[in-house]
């Protein structure tokens, strides 16, 4: 008899637990299946994944259950991969299953095709007696051989015991089929053999290369302006791996932004590409990560969660723009794809490349102490792109001169310029929506999500008031909830906004928006980049995400309309984002032959951040950043895991924050102390009805903060069932 010892995921719980059951005769139940289990008094069916076998268990057997069925044919996860999820399990404070989850294929039934198929081993005799419907299976069968089971069946009309009849009389023999060769998404050749490198990427990809080839886990920062050929060293180094027959990892914040890329892969590497991006459907998803598992697909190019597809000898992991937030996740488990590739480099002994133009502190940080090899590109790659000269534009002035419009005299020079020659511009606020908020100027009610209660944005186009956390939106009113007054008042500016007033200063310009609401289709985004491209508009006005990648060459002007509204986010993260936001959106003028110009409009023109943008100082930006850290005690100096609990009662949450709080406190004592800041609301203390604190740990450590994190959370989840508890290690957002 053997036994299954299974983890079993609980909807309603924060933890798994590892059950045993029965593997019933007959039953192939390796290490790695995915089983359906009958679990509690009324066998539910639930998953579970299949952690370990043994001959024995202690105890009664009497009350084991049998397995009801395995999913799929083949296990779902190997040693390894349990490795890596045992790993993330513990540092991120999340149940096993939601880890190894990330390393299955949402239905693993279609992660093999099986198909039944059928095929006559001899001519049936009279003293064989087969009925008629067993006759006209034979007829079907011989003109189709190659048809599905399923499909002779529903031809001839034969049930499943008719088959079995004809098998059992050795008349056919019915054989499973697995789409061994599914077809690949894309067939191509490759078109394209890669540029020379130039001195700087040549030694880079060196570097990278040796490190490989002396099995090293090293940690590279690949350090160079937007158009420094960062791209082409990762192609190159790729194509050495795939020469010594493994495999590599390119990873993207968000796969729909980067079309150009994937073309650049394509051509580059062919076939070999496997592209995983998140609007693949299920079966699309489980064919490419067969055709990685197989090692057709050699390149995996994705989000965050590409990280977990299947390849079975990997020797490189890239992650481009590695000071992207998307790089972390926002759901459990809470993890950062840096932090996982690094293990997964470690323990597979190759090396991990990290690319930016704007690294994030803490890797700037660790090239500086050592612990990752900085390989700097100094230039642009192609000779005569030259930088954009950058002009802060003092918004104090302006008010002081009487222009309330937003817009500075300078900028709308700048604009009617570029229409003259025929140029385009894009005009930056990161903001969507028509005004920030909607405010009563009698009392000063303001519109509020009852759910939320944040300012609502009104919409325009939609003519919607909109609430952008819980995404609730209702109809505008023309008086004031509060006091009755019809004087309400749109306040604070948003891209609907702007286009709107840019249509009244240039009637005649192509002024295009360019933001989520506008790029949500399936294309969107590709189709939006296409006619700037095409020169279809001559104003672009955009979110961040005109800040991406995109070659616009006929762009020579970016305006941005406040650098000031994401400095002061409440959130040690704020300079940092707003420098690498302004220094990518400056990135995007003046990218063809005609050289660019970038002008900020600002209240604080002497702020480090700006000050270092406008005089591309980046060495000056981290200076500044890392001694405001350092003074802050903020990471790299210091680690944080912030814990937030969430309730639909107000009291309960407030008083399990504390009491939290307390057992943290008490547990962690002594001279190796974890400091407990807080309990408070969250920022953002309230998303649809549902009550947020938080409490924030800091030590200089990050295994404390793990350990004890872990132990407490464990001691408080098992007294307070109906209050979320959720740890999240060295926050993106801390709110
Ligand atoms: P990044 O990834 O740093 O933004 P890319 O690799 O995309 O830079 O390179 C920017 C442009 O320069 C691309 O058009 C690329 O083809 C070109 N390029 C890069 N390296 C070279 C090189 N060694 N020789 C010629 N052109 C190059
Ligand atoms: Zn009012
Ligand atoms: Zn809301």
């Known amino acids: 008899m053997a036994f299954a010892q299974i983890i079993v995921k609980l909807a309603a719980h924060q933890t798994d637990s590892v059950y045993t059951y029965r593997i019933p005769d007959g039953m192939r139940v390796p290490v790695g299946s995915m089983v359906r289990v009958p679990f509690g008094k009324g066998n539910r069916m639930l998953d579970g994944f299949v952690l370990g076998i043994t001959q024995t268990v202690d105890g009664s057997i009497g009350r084991i259950k049998d397995i009801e069925e395995v999913s799929g044919r083949e296990p779902v996860f190997t040693g390894r991969e349990l490795v890596m999820a045992q790993w993330m399990s513990r540092r991120y404070d999340a149940p096993l299953s939601s880890c190894l989850a990330l390393f299955v294929p949402r239905d693993p039934d279609k992660t093999v095709q099986i198909r039944v198929c059928a095929r006559q081993l001899r001519e049936p005799v009279p003293k064989d007696r087969i009925g008629t419907v067993q006759k006209s299976f034979l007829n079907v069968l011989a003109e189709h051989p190659d048809w599905s089971l399923s499909l002779l069946m529903k031809a001839s009309g034969a049930a499943r015991s008719s088959v079995r009849s004809l098998e059992n009389k050795g008349i056919i023999e019915c054989f499973e089929e697995s789409d061994q060769t599914p077809a690949p998404l894309v067939i191509q050749r490759v078109t394209d053999p890669g540029k020379e490198l130039n001195a700087e990427q040549k030694q880079a990809a060196d570097r990278i290369i040796r490190a490989f080839h002396e099995g090293r886990s090293s940690k590279f920062l690949l350090y160079g302006i937007t158009g420094s050929g960062k791209t082409e060293v990762y192609m190159n180094c790729m194509e050495q791996v795939l020469t010594a027959g493994k495999g590599a990892y390119l990873l993207v914040p968000e796969i729909s932004l980067t079309p150009q890329l994937v073309e650049r892969l394509a051509r580059r590497f062919g076939d070999q590409i496997a592209v995983l991006h998140s609007r693949l459907n299920d079966t699309e998803r ?59 480099a470690a323990r597979g002994g190759f090396p991990l490349v990290l690319g930016s133009a704007t690294p994030s502190c803490e890797s700037y940080y660790q090239a500086l102490e050592g612990q990752a090899e900085l390989l700097r590109l100094s230039r642009r790659a192609v000779q005569d792109a030259v930088l954009p000269a950058i002009r802060l534009i003092d918004m104090r002035k302006e008010i002081a001169s009487g222009n309330m419009t937003g ?48 300012p609502y944005t009104y919409h325009k186009e939609q003519n919607l008031l909109i609430c952008h956390h819980c995404g609730r939106a209702v109809q505008p009113v023309d008086t004031c909830p509060s006091c009755g007054s019809r004087y309400l008042r749109m306040s604070g500016m948003g891209t609907e906004r702007i286009v709107e007033d840019l249509a009244g200063l240039f009637p005649e310009a192509r002024i295009m928006r360019m933001d989520a609401s506008t790029t949500s289709g399936k294309n969107g985004f590709q189709e939006a980049y296409e006619q700037i491209r095409d020169h279809q508009a001559d104003i672009i006005v955009g979110t961040q995400m005109i800040a991406k990648g995109m070659d616009m060459p006929l762009v020579t002007l970016v305006g941005v309309i406040s650098a000031d509204m994401s400095l002061y986010y409440p959130d040690f993260h704020s300079t940092e984002r707003t420098f690498q936001l302004l220094t990518q959106v400056a990135g995007r003028a003046g990218r063809g032959d005609r050289p660019g110009e970038v002008l900020i409009q600002t209240y604080e023109p002497n702020h480090y951040v700006l000050q270092s943008v406008a005089a591309h100082d980046d060495a000056e930006f981290y ?34 924050a504390g009491e939290l709080a307390g057992i943290l406190q008490r547990e962690s004592s002594g001279t190796d102390a974890v400091a407990v800041l807080g309990p408070a609301p ?20 990050e295994e404390p903060l793990i350990r004890l994190g872990g132990r407490c959370l464990e001691m408080f989840r098992e007294r307070y069932r109906d209050i979320t508890a959720a740890a999240d290690l060295n926050p993106v957002n801390m709110y």
Not at 323 to 344: L, N, Q
Request: hydrophobic share 40%.
């Open 623 to 656: 200076r500044q950043e890392l001694a405001s850290r350092e003074t802050l005690v903020c990471p790299p100096f210091a680690h944080f895991l912030q814990i937030l609990l969430t309730g639909r009662e107000e009291d309960k949450v407030r008083q399990a």
């Open 286 to 344: 489980s064919r490419e990560w067969e055709r990685i598992r197989r090692g057709a697909a050699k390149v995996v190019v994705g989000p965050r969660s590409a990280l977990f597809a299947p390849m079975p000898d990997p020797g490189l992991i890239i992650l481009d723009e590695e000071h992207e937030s998307s790089y972390k996740s926002e759901i459990t488990p809470r993890y950062h794809a840096r932090e996982v590739a690094e293990e997964m």
């Open 682 to 701: 969250a920022e953002l203390g309230r998303i649809d009805n549902v009550f947020r604190w938080k409490l924030l740990l800091r030590h200089p450590e």
């Open 407 to 454: 817009f500075s005299g300078e900028l709308i020079a700048a604009v009617k310029d570029r229409l003259a020659k025929n140029e385009q511009s894009i005009l930056f606020l990161n903001r969507r929506g028509y005004s920030s908020f909607v405010s009563c100027r009698k009392c000063g009610f303001v519109l509020r999500c009852p759910a939320c209660f944040l």
